[in-house]
């Protein structure tokens, strides 16, 4: 019997890319064996030379950026030039750890009396990452780089209609004079990604995992982890409120409204989900927000006019299609788009929703694509019920003149990160990550590269 295949697809066209021989047992488990036996090396060389070969990454990622976004734009549909900031969002935060991970990894002396002390930070092993299509290269460069900084290992299974990606990151990684199968890309079919992954995660080779992804990928790879005893970090879902006060600069609040929804086709976790608005404002906010969109230039990724690309794949502007009409029979307002555009690819129209509420489905579940979804409310306190009715705890956004208000508002609010006046973004200087259904643990920053460590604890006796 021939072995599965993998075919990706470019959403702008519809038409085949590449089809790729997904990887069988016997080369997984060379794949294994190789990236555990450079990841011992790794671990132990030093750390000057393995931040030598970040500093190399930086260049080679910005040397290869136009290949690179292309390739991102072609598997996924990005908008090339939100493709090539991708790219460069890579390089900034290699150098970043380039800068500070020996700060970060430093013996930490602890004062005991009658004893010399320490917490030491030191390599894990090999981390197995399960990674999603929505950022091919930077979702992947988040976890990679601090923990290849470290001194683990990386065994990558990348989302199968990003198959190019993940090949061109390891690739990538030998541009850069990393050590052969450092990072090792396996190229899974999707209907064995479960079986495979959960062989994996129980090798004793695999120290840990990672993912990010939606919440069911990471309840099954998290419950695989937990049999092993495995350390696991989830990035999961979001349901974002971008929380709108009644003294917020409307203007401001719209333009930045209009970005946080649909940058990317609105294919992120941390994209704004749930506009929640004061009423005294609710009605102009609505008008500004709805011109704004319905401004937004839909079309060809490549095209650097365009500011909405296609959906990644067909399945996901069905089921994104389905939540928006399920949604309108439970009570809301379609206000504009709603429907997919005429012709090739997987574009959908950026979609305004009005008076939704709890119970229904654009407010209650993720929406995964250029779909936003209003609600208002009285006052302060409502708008923080409406926000935190929510299973998902990742991004927050409030826009008020006042920031000491803005900032108690955030305080009642469940969230990984809050932030005021601004959107929410991932920045290597701080940490990413979420609560309740969005996950556990942290990326980026000092807790992005310690959580791939082993905490260690040294005492020395007088």
């Not at 030093?46 to 734009?73: F, H, M, N, V």
């Not at 974002?240 to 990317?264: E, G, Q, S, Y």
């Not at 095209?303 to 069905?318: S, W, Y």
């Not at 407010?363 to 935190?388: H, M, Q, R, S, Y």
Request: hydrophobic share 45%; glycine share 8%.
């Amino acid at each position: 019997m021939s072995p599965p295949t993998v075919t990706t697809v470019n959403p702008a066209t519809g038409e085949q890319i590449t089809t790729y021989t997904a990887h069988e047992d016997a080369q997984i488990e060379i794949a294994l064996a190789a990236t555990h036996a450079a990841a011992s090396i790794w671990a132990a060389t030093s750390l000057d030379k393995r931040l030598q070969q970040l500093t190399a990454l930086a260049a080679t990622l910005r040397a290869g950026k136009d290949e690179y976004a292309a390739l991102i734009t072609r598997e996924m549909g990005k908008p090339l030039t939100e493709a090539a900031l991708e790219i460069e969002k890579s390089a900034v935060t290699a150098e970043y750890y380039v800068a500070h991970a020996a700060e970060f990894l430093a013996d930490e002396p602890v004062a005991i009396e009658g004893a010399r002390s320490w917490i030491g930070y030191e390599p894990i092993g090999v981390v197995y990452a399960v990674m999603p299509w929505n950022f091919p290269f930077w979702q992947v460069m988040r976890f990679a780089v601090p923990a290849l900084a470290a001194g683990n290992g990386v065994l990558l299974k990348h989302s199968p209609n990003v198959a190019g990606s993940a090949l061109a990151i390891e690739q990538l990684m030998h541009r850069a004079g990393f050590p052969q199968s450092l990072l090792s890309a396996l190229i899974i079919a999707e209907p064995d990604v479960h079986t495979v992954s959960d062989r994996i995660i129980a090798d004793p080779r695999i120290a840990a995992v990672t993912v990010t992804g939606s919440n069911r990928a990471g309840a099954a790879v998290g419950a695989a982890a937990g049999r092993a005893v495995k350390k696991t970090v989830l990035e999961l879902g979001g349901s974002d409120p971008f929380v709108v006060l009644d003294d917020a600069d409307l203007d401001a609040a719209t333009t930045a409204a209009v970005k946080a929804r649909f940058t990317n086709s609105g294919q992120s976790c941390v994209c704004a989900k749930r506009f929640l608005v004061a009423d005294p404002v609710a009605e102009e906010f609505t008008r500004l927000f709805v011109a704004k969109t319905e401004a937004l230039v839909v079309g060809d990724p490549t095209d650097p006019t365009t500011q909405v690309g296609p959906m990644a794949r067909a399945d996901l502007r069905t089921q994104l299609h389905a939540q928006v009409e399920k949604s309108v029979k439970q009570g809301a307002i379609l206000v504009t788009g709603g429907a997919s555009v005429d012709g090739p690819g997987t574009f959908y129209q950026p979609t305004v929703l009005a008076e939704t509420r709890p119970g229904i489905t654009a407010f209650d579940e993720e929406t995964f694509g250029p779909v936003a979804a209003i609600a208002n409310a009285p006052d302060d306190d409502a708008l923080a019920k409406l926000a935190n009715f929510s299973q998902y705890g990742l991004g927050l956004s409030i826009w008020s003149a006042d920031t000491d208000r803005a900032i108690a508002l955030a305080r009642r609010i469940t969230s990984g990160a809050a932030f005021i006046n601004a959107i929410v973004a991932s920045d290597a200087r701080l940490p990413f990550g979420g609560t309740k259904q969005s996950g556990h643990g942290r990326e980026l920053a000092t807790a992005g590269i310690r959580e791939f460590t082993t905490i260690r604890t040294f005492w020395i006796a007088s």
